[in-house]
């Protein structure tokens, strides 16, 4: 899947420093409600599995058939974007590189996510190099679970992404311009970005890139409807 | 609408011997369904109501329900006959469907067992809301206390006592009401006459504490529960508005104890289902679109809509087959026409009849959320009735192929009679079970979607119709492929006297994704005459049986033929069927059949600390993990494992997490077996044709 990978979101790292997120490291993606998180992190997720790489998706609030649902249909959307013919392996792929793990009815926990992990690993021999975290309340979540959150990254040799809502009332911003509800996080995220609809398309922005914050040309334009990057 | 926010359909579940009948009986008495309470299979050769099909027949008038009627204090009540076994079939799976919530009977002593756990999580999946009753806390050794810790910690309820015993074992003597603060006492010879008193002086500080408890659990649902307990004003109307809303959403189990057999505490059981459980329109039902695709449609359970009913029962009775329907949307009226989906047929509504313990009633009309019967309908159960053009049905009408089968012999004529008997009737019921007689052996096989569903049939041949049989190794309904297109291009030609045969076919095998078998006629010129064309459909079909790779049905395949030569005498149909048949042989290798296998959709589910091991046990049998979820302190994992490596699961998920763990499964796809299997599936099946026959 080349081809996917030419226009998947995660291309606006080309522009970035080290080109990726990169194990033990923590990275988020703010956006308003409605915008398209899911779908952007979801994204991110299938760039990985074509990478070969295997991925878990952790998701706090839906089951794992709404989950695997939604990857059906970007899967889908995917294939019509960029006009390719559906194939077993690519579906062999998604079955066998991908992982859910679900919380549901506020059963998450980091003892959890680290029993479940440890579990993957020494049982099914399923090393991911990439967890998506979907759902997380960023504003009910105190700093604590971060931090743990990123040696759980480290232990477990992965690149974790996150999805936070932001609200279009709080305009809150960190010194360096990281918006509310990361802006007092943002030494333990390596990587943050930003989705905003604009005129012409929704705006992948690069707000902080390793070392680096207000990245110049840093920001990619994608396909309002299948999140796919245009330039 | 206030009529049916006053109907409550429910189910009664317990493992064996809790005491369902025992208290199903009490309800029908305190409700004036019947007039004397016989001991449960007691001395006088009369059972319970709902149980006892002998008692029936000798009366010749009532008939053992699938739905029995009552009312209770200005509700109705229709209570849907759990069946007994417990194991999940299509039955179960129906009753569960048309109740709308359930009264989960425990025993005092017992607590919760291995049966309640499936029959709670079946009603879990279904989404069933339930109260608890500890039955028997007049016996030695009651302990509801230690029976609702298990309620939390083994079935992961939000369990939450209504009530508190006064006395125990044989001291049992009444109940304190938590929500009115009162002590009942059930008098007169048969508890008729409950009796309201002081809580006993030595139980008030418990009473208190319980209390609190029960406050603390309900407030979680209501916030004007919430003020009134700040404001110190927690009048019984908001506890009971409160509760409700936790049960109906499945966050609150209240928990109800006595004891039935000593008819104390069970008015108060059919209060609680009038105040807690939920009426029809609190639950969401869906039926199918079958013109969208299958989609999900809504159903509002508005007599004013056109109909969406369920058959979700079928019973045979001296006045013919009775056909129990859950109305879901619209109403029936007696003369009205209504639709059978699947066959699209009309059928006019002859007698509507509602049951009651003891008798019929018949009916002019039924509005939606009830649950009736109809007589003289020829439908299977699991059928869907609609009106005003609706396409809907409320089960899937995919139905797929069985993936197991067994061989069943009768032990005597009694029994050969019988299984007969049986095996018609499962049929009807259920699409997924078929029955057949082998050709080569003569055995009887009977084929379904797992070794439990066969087991609970070949259970329900003894239990029901006394044919005892004995049966023979599962086997896996493995099935060929082939991979890649070949050509054939066949002549068959005998010259044995006078006339002679003749016929040739040339086309092309290719594998097809979208059905069984196809078959595409592209002759030109009438090379081969159109009426021998069938003939050789025919023979290709006839060659599907029986693969030539390992001899299992053949799937999956699409045959085209494009030329061919006839002779004007020589030629006839069964020549091309010959032809044809060479034709498949000739072919069929070099298109490389592969052996497929039935792969299972398997969910485990049990407490979390067994996350690792059920993985483990997963991953050894071939099996892939798809999700693990996490639900309080419970894990459900999602796993896609080959029929194969299933067979003995059970008893090695038993071992490995101490009973505590259930699994399911269902038929999901026919998946290529590996290269290194498929040699010793032929090694084995070599060995068996050699007269190594299992038996
Ligand atoms: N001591 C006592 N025995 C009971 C009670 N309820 C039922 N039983 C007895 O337990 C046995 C099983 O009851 P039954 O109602 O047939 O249970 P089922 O198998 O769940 O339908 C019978 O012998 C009943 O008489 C109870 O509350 N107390």
């Given at each position: 899947m080349k081809d996917f990978i030419s226009v998947s979101p995660l291309k606006v790292l080309e522009r970035s420093s080290e080109q990726i997120l990169g194990p033990g490291n923590l990275g988020v993606l703010v956006a308003r409600a409605g915008v398209g998180k899911t779908a952007c992190l979801i994204h991110i997720a299938f760039d990985k599995i074509f990478r070969k790489e295997k991925l878990v998706h952790v998701s706090l609030e839906e089951g794992p058939d709404k989950v695997a649902s939604y990857y059906r249909v970007i899967y889908h959307d995917l294939l019509k974007a960029l006009n390719v013919e559906d194939d077993h392996e690519y579906r062999e792929l998604l079955e066998r590189n991908r992982m859910t793990l679900a919380y549901i009815?506020?059963?998450?926990d980091l003892k959890r996510l680290q029993a479940n992990l440890r579990n993957l690993t020494e049982r099914l021999g399923f090393r991911p190099s990439t967890l998506i975290v979907d759902g997380l309340d960023f504003e009910e979540t105190e700093r604590e679970v971060f931090e743990e959150l990123k040696k759980v990254a480290g232990e477990f040799e992965v690149e974790i992404w996150f999805s936070a809502l932001s609200h279009r009332h709080i305009t809150e911003t960190s010194e360096m311009g990281i918006p509310y509800p990361v802006h007092k996080l943002d030494d333990l995220f390596t990587i943050i970005m930003q989705l905003q609809p604009g005129q012409t398309g929704i705006f992948l922005k690069l707000l902080k890139d390793h070392d680096g914050y207000s990245v110049p040309e840093g920001s990619m334009r994608l396909d309002p409807n299948t999140f796919l990057a245009l330039d | 609408m206030d009529e049916i926010r006053k109907l409550r359909n429910i189910g009664i579940s317990a493992h064996i011997d809790s005491g369902k009948t025992t208290l199903t009986e009490r309800i029908l008495y305190f409700t004036k369904r019947i007039f004397a309470i016989h001991e449960v299979k007691g001395k006088d050769g009369v059972g319970a109501t709902m149980d006892s099909m002998e008692l029936e027949k000798e009366r010749g008038i009532t008939i053992a329900s699938a739905a029995t009627h009552c009312e209770w204090k200005g509700h109705r009540i229709n209570i849907i006959d759990t069946p007994g076994h417990v194991d999940f079939t299509i039955e179960v799976e129906r009753a569960l469907r048309v109740m709308d919530g359930a009264v989960l009977i425990l025993c005092s002593v017992g607590g919760v067992q291995s049966q309640s756990i499936t029959v709670d999580r079946q009603m879990k999946r279904y989404e069933v809301p339930r109260i608890a009753f500890i039955n028997k806390c007049d016996r030695a050794g009651a302990d509801p206390y230690k029976v609702v810790d298990q309620l939390r910690e083994k079935l992961g309820h939000n369990a939450v006592f209504m009530q508190i015993p006064?006395?125990?074992?044989?001291?049992?003597s009444g109940i304190v009401d938590l929500v009115s603060m009162k002590a009942l006492y059930f008098e007169g010879p048969n508890g008729d006459e409950v009796r309201t008193g002081e809580i006993p002086p030595s139980m008030v500080d418990e009473a208190m504490l319980k209390r609190e408890e029960l406050l603390d659990a309900a407030s979680m649902f209501s916030d004007d529960l919430m003020e009134a307990i700040l404001e110190e004003n927690p009048t019984p109307d908001l506890i009971h508005e409160a509760v409700r809303n936790g049960t109906v959403s499945r966050h609150l189990t209240p928990v109800f104890l006595g004891s039935a057999y000593k008819n104390i505490g069970v008015q108060a059981v059919l209060d609680g289902i009038n105040r807690y459980l939920p009426s029809p329109p609190d639950v969401k039902n869906a039926a199918l679109d079958i013109d969208r695709d299958e989609a999900e449609v809504p159903l509002e359970t508005d007599p004013d809509k056109p109909v969406v009913a369920l058959a979700f029962k079928l019973e045979v009775t001296p006045y013919g087959q009775l056909t129990y329907l859950r109305i879901y949307q619209g109403s029936i009226g007696k003369g009205d026409d209504i639709t059978l989906t699947r066959t699209g047929r009309k059928i006019k509504v002859g007698r509507l009849v509602r049951m009651h313990a003891e008798q019929m009633e018949d009916l002019t009309s039924a509005k939606a959320g009830d649950i009736v019967a109809l007589f003289g309908v020829d439908c299977y159960s699991g059928d869907t009735f609609t009106s005003g053009g609706l396409n809907y049905t409320m089960s899937s009408m995919f139905v797929p192929e069985p993936v197991i089968s067994l061989s069943i012999s009768p032990e005597d004529n009694k029994s050969q009679t019988n299984m007969s008997k049986a095996l018609n009737r499962f049929v009807r019921e259920d699409p997924t079970f078929r029955s057949y007689v082998d050709q080569e052996s003569g055995e009887t096989i009977i084929s379904g979607m797992g070794e439990l569903h066969l087991e609970v049939y070949v259970e329900r041949m003894k239990r029901e119709f006394s044919a005892r049989v004995t049966t023979g190794m599962p086997q896996v309904a493995y099935r060929e492929a082939i991979t890649r297109r070949a050509d054939f291009d066949y002549t068959h030609k005998k010259q044995t006297g006078g006339s002679g045969q003749f016929g040739r076919v040339t086309g092309f095998m290719e594998p097809s994704e979208e059905s069984a078998y196809e078959f595409v006629n592209q002759i030109k010129g009438g090379v081969i005459p159109t009426e021998y064309i069938p003939a050789v459909d025919k023979g290709f079909q006839s060659c599907l049986n029986k693969g030539a790779a390992l001899g299992f049905p053949v799937v999956g395949m699409k045959v085209t033929i494009n030329d061919g030569k006839s002779h004007?005498?020589?030629?006839s149909e069964l020549a091309f069927t010959q032809a044809a048949i060479g034709a498949f042989k000739q072919a069929y290798i070099k298109a490389r059949p592969v052996i497929l296998e039935p792969v299972m959709k398997v969910s485990v589910e049990g407490p979390s600390e067994f996350q690792g091991s059920i993985m483990g046990s997963i991953n050894q049998r071939r099996g892939l993990i798809t999700s693990s979820t996490e639900d309080g302190d419970f894990t459900t994992i999602d796993a896609e494992v080959p029929l194969a490596e299933m067979f003995g699961y059970a008893t090695v998920l038993r071992s490995l997490t101490q009973g505590r763990a259930e699994f399911t499964m269902e038929f999901l796809k026919y998946s290529r077996v590996p290269r290194s299997l498929s040699e010793e599936l032929k090694a084995n099946l070599r060995g068996k044709s050699r007269g190594e026959k299992k038996s």
């Amino acid at each position: 899947m080349k081809d996917f990978i030419s226009v998947s979101p995660l291309k606006v790292l080309e522009r970035s420093s080290e080109q990726i997120l990169g194990p033990g490291n923590l990275g988020v993606l703010v956006a308003r409600a409605g915008v398209g998180k899911t779908a952007c992190l979801i994204h991110i997720a299938f760039d990985k599995i074509f990478r070969k790489e295997k991925l878990v998706h952790v998701s706090l609030e839906e089951g794992p058939d709404k989950v695997a649902s939604y990857y059906r249909v970007i899967y889908h959307d995917l294939l019509k974007a960029l006009n390719v013919e559906d194939d077993h392996e690519y579906r062999e792929l998604l079955e066998r590189n991908r992982m859910t793990l679900a919380y549901i009815n506020q059963s998450f926990d980091l003892k959890r996510l680290q029993a479940n992990l440890r579990n993957l690993t020494e049982r099914l021999g399923f090393r991911p190099s990439t967890l998506i975290v979907d759902g997380l309340d960023f504003e009910e979540t105190e700093r604590e679970v971060f931090e743990e959150l990123k040696k759980v990254a480290g232990e477990f040799e992965v690149e974790i992404w996150f999805s936070a809502l932001s609200h279009r009332h709080i305009t809150e911003t960190s010194e360096m311009g990281i918006p509310y509800p990361v802006h007092k996080l943002d030494d333990l995220f390596t990587i943050i970005m930003q989705l905003q609809p604009g005129q012409t398309g929704i705006f992948l922005k690069l707000l902080k890139d390793h070392d680096g914050y207000s990245v110049p040309e840093g920001s990619m334009r994608l396909d309002p409807n299948t999140f796919l990057a245009l330039d | 609408m206030d009529e049916i926010r006053k109907l409550r359909n429910i189910g009664i579940s317990a493992h064996i011997d809790s005491g369902k009948t025992t208290l199903t009986e009490r309800i029908l008495y305190f409700t004036k369904r019947i007039f004397a309470i016989h001991e449960v299979k007691g001395k006088d050769g009369v059972g319970a109501t709902m149980d006892s099909m002998e008692l029936e027949k000798e009366r010749g008038i009532t008939i053992a329900s699938a739905a029995t009627h009552c009312e209770w204090k200005g509700h109705r009540i229709n209570i849907i006959d759990t069946p007994g076994h417990v194991d999940f079939t299509i039955e179960v799976e129906r009753a569960l469907r048309v109740m709308d919530g359930a009264v989960l009977i425990l025993c005092s002593v017992g607590g919760v067992q291995s049966q309640s756990i499936t029959v709670d999580r079946q009603m879990k999946r279904y989404e069933v809301p339930r109260i608890a009753f500890i039955n028997k806390c007049d016996r030695a050794g009651a302990d509801p206390y230690k029976v609702v810790d298990q309620l939390r910690e083994k079935l992961g309820h939000n369990a939450v006592f209504m009530q508190i015993p006064i006395g125990l074992e044989s001291e049992l003597s009444g109940i304190v009401d938590l929500v009115s603060m009162k002590a009942l006492y059930f008098e007169g010879p048969n508890g008729d006459e409950v009796r309201t008193g002081e809580i006993p002086p030595s139980m008030v500080d418990e009473a208190m504490l319980k209390r609190e408890e029960l406050l603390d659990a309900a407030s979680m649902f209501s916030d004007d529960l919430m003020e009134a307990i700040l404001e110190e004003n927690p009048t019984p109307d908001l506890i009971h508005e409160a509760v409700r809303n936790g049960t109906v959403s499945r966050h609150l189990t209240p928990v109800f104890l006595g004891s039935a057999y000593k008819n104390i505490g069970v008015q108060a059981v059919l209060d609680g289902i009038n105040r807690y459980l939920p009426s029809p329109p609190d639950v969401k039902n869906a039926a199918l679109d079958i013109d969208r695709d299958e989609a999900e449609v809504p159903l509002e359970t508005d007599p004013d809509k056109p109909v969406v009913a369920l058959a979700f029962k079928l019973e045979v009775t001296p006045y013919g087959q009775l056909t129990y329907l859950r109305i879901y949307q619209g109403s029936i009226g007696k003369g009205d026409d209504i639709t059978l989906t699947r066959t699209g047929r009309k059928i006019k509504v002859g007698r509507l009849v509602r049951m009651h313990a003891e008798q019929m009633e018949d009916l002019t009309s039924a509005k939606a959320g009830d649950i009736v019967a109809l007589f003289g309908v020829d439908c299977y159960s699991g059928d869907t009735f609609t009106s005003g053009g609706l396409n809907y049905t409320m089960s899937s009408m995919f139905v797929p192929e069985p993936v197991i089968s067994l061989s069943i012999s009768p032990e005597d004529n009694k029994s050969q009679t019988n299984m007969s008997k049986a095996l018609n009737r499962f049929v009807r019921e259920d699409p997924t079970f078929r029955s057949y007689v082998d050709q080569e052996s003569g055995e009887t096989i009977i084929s379904g979607m797992g070794e439990l569903h066969l087991e609970v049939y070949v259970e329900r041949m003894k239990r029901e119709f006394s044919a005892r049989v004995t049966t023979g190794m599962p086997q896996v309904a493995y099935r060929e492929a082939i991979t890649r297109r070949a050509d054939f291009d066949y002549t068959h030609k005998k010259q044995t006297g006078g006339s002679g045969q003749f016929g040739r076919v040339t086309g092309f095998m290719e594998p097809s994704e979208e059905s069984a078998y196809e078959f595409v006629n592209q002759i030109k010129g009438g090379v081969i005459p159109t009426e021998y064309i069938p003939a050789v459909d025919k023979g290709f079909q006839s060659c599907l049986n029986k693969g030539a790779a390992l001899g299992f049905p053949v799937v999956g395949m699409k045959v085209t033929i494009n030329d061919g030569k006839s002779h004007s005498v020589d030629s006839s149909e069964l020549a091309f069927t010959q032809a044809a048949i060479g034709a498949f042989k000739q072919a069929y290798i070099k298109a490389r059949p592969v052996i497929l296998e039935p792969v299972m959709k398997v969910s485990v589910e049990g407490p979390s600390e067994f996350q690792g091991s059920i993985m483990g046990s997963i991953n050894q049998r071939r099996g892939l993990i798809t999700s693990s979820t996490e639900d309080g302190d419970f894990t459900t994992i999602d796993a896609e494992v080959p029929l194969a490596e299933m067979f003995g699961y059970a008893t090695v998920l038993r071992s490995l997490t101490q009973g505590r763990a259930e699994f399911t499964m269902e038929f999901l796809k026919y998946s290529r077996v590996p290269r290194s299997l498929s040699e010793e599936l032929k090694a084995n099946l070599r060995g068996k044709s050699r007269g190594e026959k299992k038996s």
